[in-house]
């Protein structure tokens, strides 16, 4: 398979120089990697809730905050040799519940707020999301691996959570919604000749 490169917004992790003395406490204190990932799953359902009730600034802020345990999981997971294949399906299903709750919570605020171009493009962003990991995730099933993409979670997770901080949720749900969509396209497209290729791999951001 050919190697496959493409661009991407964000890192797939924060240093190491950051993330290590953060997980090195965690693993003290004897936090597990499923305890951050269902705290992570709690916290973004909240914010879900929050932005359904119309609380923009306090969901914004518990996004980043949840999602956060996203780059902690993984790490704390490696450190105490609990890296496994069971807390990979239960960190990516979780990520997409995480991601798909926030969405809703945006889609219920803006049917109860009249405001139905933003339900829509809440709408065509949870189906992009979802697409743009499910790519992925059937490449992989095929034999290949694919991990690269313009607009992954990463992404997606800052600009809302910002967008719901300082208010301009209208034009990052137009961005949500057509750079999901691209993105998926991309995979789809980068997917085929790293499945079509004797061999190779396409690396990059989850």
Same mark, same amino acid.
């Given at each position: =398979?050919?190697?496959?490169?493409? =661009?991407?917004?964000?890192?797939?992790?924060?240093?190491? @120089?950051?993330? #290590?003395?953060?997980?090195?406490?965690?693993?003290?204190? &004897?936090?597990?990697?499923? =305890?951050?990932? %269902?705290?992570?799953?709690? #916290?973004? !359902?909240?914010? !879900?809730?929050?932005?359904?009730?119309?609380?923009?600034?306090?969901?914004?802020?518990?996004?980043?905050?949840?999602? #956060?345990?996203?780059?902690?999981?993984?790490?704390?997971?490696?450190?105490?040799?609990?890296? &496994?294949?069971?807390?990979?399906?239960?960190?990516?299903?979780?990520?997409?519940? @995480?991601?798909?709750? %926030?969405?809703?919570? %945006?889609?219920?605020?803006?049917?109860? !707020?009249?405001?139905?171009?933003?339900?829509? +493009?809440?709408?065509?962003?949870?189906? &992009?999301?979802?697409? %743009?990991?499910?790519?992925?995730?059937?490449?992989?099933?095929?034999?290949?691996? +694919?991990?690269?993409? +313009?607009?992954?979670?990463?992404?997606?997770?800052?600009?809302?959570?910002?967008?719901?901080?300082?208010?301009?949720?209208? #034009?990052?749900?137009?961005?949500?919604?057509?750079?999901?969509?691209?993105?998926?396209?991309?995979?789809?497209?980068? !997917?085929?000749?790293?499945?079509?290729?004797?061999?190779?791999?396409?690396?990059?951001?989850?």
């Amino acid at each position: =398979m050919a190697r496959v490169t493409s =661009m991407k917004l964000l890192p797939s992790r924060a240093p190491a @120089s950051v993330l #290590g003395p953060i997980v090195a406490v965690l693993a003290r204190a &004897g936090v597990t990697p499923n =305890m951050l990932s %269902v705290t992570g799953l709690l #916290g973004n !359902g909240a914010a !879900g809730l929050l932005v359904a009730r119309g609380d923009l600034i306090a969901a914004g802020i518990v996004m980043l905050l949840a999602s #956060g345990l996203d780059m902690l999981d993984g790490a704390l997971a490696r450190a105490t040799g609990k890296a &496994g294949p069971v807390g990979a399906l239960l960190d990516s299903t979780f990520d997409r519940v @995480s991601e798909a709750a %926030v969405l809703f919570g %945006v889609l219920w605020y803006a049917l109860d !707020g009249g405001h139905d171009d933003q339900a829509a +493009l809440a709408f065509v962003a949870i189906v &992009g999301s979802l697409l %743009v990991s499910y790519v992925r995730a059937r490449v992989e099933g095929l034999g290949g691996r +694919l991990t690269d993409g +313009l607009f992954t979670r990463a992404e997606r997770v800052v600009l809302l959570a910002l967008a719901l901080i300082f208010g301009f949720l209208r #034009g990052a749900l137009w961005v949500l919604a057509v750079l999901t969509l691209v993105t998926a396209a991309q995979r789809l497209y980068l !997917g085929a000749r790293v499945l079509g290729g004797p061999g190779g791999t396409a690396g990059g951001t989850p």
